[in-house]
Structure formats: structure tokens, C-alpha cells
């Protein structure tokens, strides 16, 4: 059984900056590609930033690469997401997910494991 949880969420002002985690329990936590969706309001959820197994791959959405980091400690069991320069429109609930297949993945149907997400929020 794989459990996500997620955590680091808040309110904050445009411009500024919130570091999500997502702590995972699983026998063998680098067997388990990684990703981070969002789901807005009234929208779907959609794809944020992946990274691979070992850490040494990583793939973004267009609307926050330069501004988003994904990154992963195996010895923690935990993926990270660095966010900067955060915009209104990136409020949405985040997401973190596990695949237990090999490489980069930006669609929901790949990752067999969710946390319950956390709420970003970034007023203007």
C-alpha cells in the first residue's frame, strides 16, 4: 500500500514563493516516478511537473516551467515542489502522485497512487 500526503500549502501574494512536499510511504520509495498535478475551480486537473526515479529527469508544463522546481529526496521518501514567482493563476488544489512505471508521465492515467492535495492560493 502506497499513502501520499501532501503539505506546504498556503495563502500567499503574487510574486511570492511556497515549497510544497509530499511524503510517501512505500516499501521502496525510488521504484516510483513522480508527479504533481492542480486542479482549479470549475477546471481540470492538470499536469505541473514529473520527475523520474532517481531524480535525474525532470519535465514541466509550459505555464510554470522557469518558476517551478520538482525535485526528490529517496532517503526522506519525499518529492518537493519549489514554486516562485507564484501568479493568481496558479491558485489551485496540488496534487502529488506515484507511477510504478519507468520515465516521465504528465497524464493522470499513468499514476496509480494520490495524496488528498493541499490548497495553493495566491492573491493579487
Known amino acids: 500500500q502506497v499513502q501520499l500526503v501532501e503539505s506546504g500549502g498556503g495563502l500567499v501574494q503574487a510574486g511570492g514563493s511556497l515549497r510544497l512536499s509530499c511524503a510517501v510511504s512505500?516499501?521502496?520509495?525510488?521504484?516510483?516516478?513522480m508527479g504533481w498535478f492542480r486542479q482549479a475551480p470549475g477546471k481540470e486537473r492538470e499536469f505541473v511537473a514529473a520527475?523520474?526515479?532517481?531524480?535525474?529527469?525532470?519535465y514541466y508544463a509550459d505555464s510554470v516551467k522557469g518558476r517551478f522546481t520538482i525535485s526528490r529526496d529517496n532517503t526522506k521518501n519525499t518529492v518537493y515542489l519549489q514554486m516562485n514567482s507564484l501568479k493568481p493563476e496558479d491558485t489551485a488544489v496540488y496534487y502529488c502522485?506515484?507511477?510504478?512505471?519507468?520515465?516521465?508521465?504528465?497524464?493522470?492515467?499513468?499514476?496509480?497512487?494520490w495524496g488528498q492535495g493541499t490548497q495553493v492560493t495566491v492573491s493579487d
Open positions: 502522485a506515484a507511477t510504478a512505471l519507468v520515465g516521465l508521465f504528465t497524464t493522470l492515467e499513468k499514476y496509480n497512487y
Open positions: 520527475i523520474t526515479r532517481s531524480g535525474g529527469g525532470t
Open positions: 512505500a516499501r521502496t520509495f525510488s521504484s516510483y516516478a
